[in-house]
């Protein structure tokens, strides 16, 4: 059972906008930020999304992350099939000590 | 650009120690915290726990206290991760990751390209 919890599908069709959540306490979303990773299978993570909002270098600017309370989000706008993978989200959790993931969703683009 | 790369697939018996090493180049070593996260088959990420070469400070995870041990070595640039007692439920990816942001609001990039860990008898 994780942390952080995420819806564990989400899909959309080329070129629509798809939004995925997660959902924390006060303890992590609530005080900290919340990065996102995306993965392919049989990869590593690689990260996507960090301090709720701020996109690394590369990174195209189809995504965006938000965060309000104690969840966060994730949005893909302009979905390519390339965007096919699994987000996880994560933060630091200050009960815990350390770093928490939620679950994942798999994203499928039909 | 800093690269992590790791060492090879393990097969272990129930009860054994597995050491992983995840070696950095390309990059400072010392002044950065860098973590280890394993992925079960099919499952999500769980963060181990993670080491600060320059002060050799770590940090584990409950879930694993008492059974991981994470070392540095600064001489070479490398981490490493020993998980003793292991049992059928330890079979998984094993990632090395270097931490970016500061303590509390930090994340991981870049990631070790991961290293299979299989318990079997």
């Known amino acids: 059972q994780s942390v952080l919890t995420q819806p564990p599908s989400a899909s959309g069709t080329p070129g629509q906008r798809v939004t995925m959540s997660c959902s924390g306490s006060t303890s992590n979303i609530g005080s900290n930020t919340v990065n996102w990773y995306q993965q392919f299978p049989g990869t590593a993570p690689k990260l996507l999304i960090y301090?709720?909002?701020q996109r690394p270098s590369g990174v195209p600017d189809r995504f965006s992350g938000s965060k309000s309370g104690t969840s966060a989000s994730l949005a893909i706008s302009g979905l390519q099939s390339e965007d096919e993978a699994d987000y996880y989200c994560?933060?630091?959790?200050?009960?815990?000590?350390?770093?928490?993931f939620g679950g994942g969703t798999k994203l499928t683009v039909l | 650009q800093v690269q992590l790369v790791q060492s090879g697939a393990e097969v272990k018996k129930p009860g054994s120690s597995v050491k992983v090493s995840c070696k950095a180049s390309g990059g400072t070593f010392n002044s950065y915290t860098f973590s280890w996260v394993r992925q079960a088959p099919g499952q999500g990420l769980e963060w181990m726990g993670g080491i600060i070469p320059m002060f050799d400070i770590v940090n584990y995870a409950q879930n694993f206290q008492g059974r991981v041990t994470i070392t540095a070595d600064k001489s070479t640039s490398t981490v490493y991760m020993d998980l003793s007692s292991l049992r059928s439920e330890d079979t998984a990816v094993y990632y090395c990751?270097?931490?970016?942001?500061?303590?509390?609001?930090?994340?991981?990039?870049?990631w070790g390209q991961g290293t299979l860990v299989t318990v079997s008898s």
């Open positions: 301090s709720s909002n």
């Open positions: 994560a933060a630091w959790d200050d009960s815990l000590n350390g770093p928490v």
């Open positions: 990751a270097r931490d970016g942001g500061s303590y509390r609001q930090n994340w991981f990039d870049p």
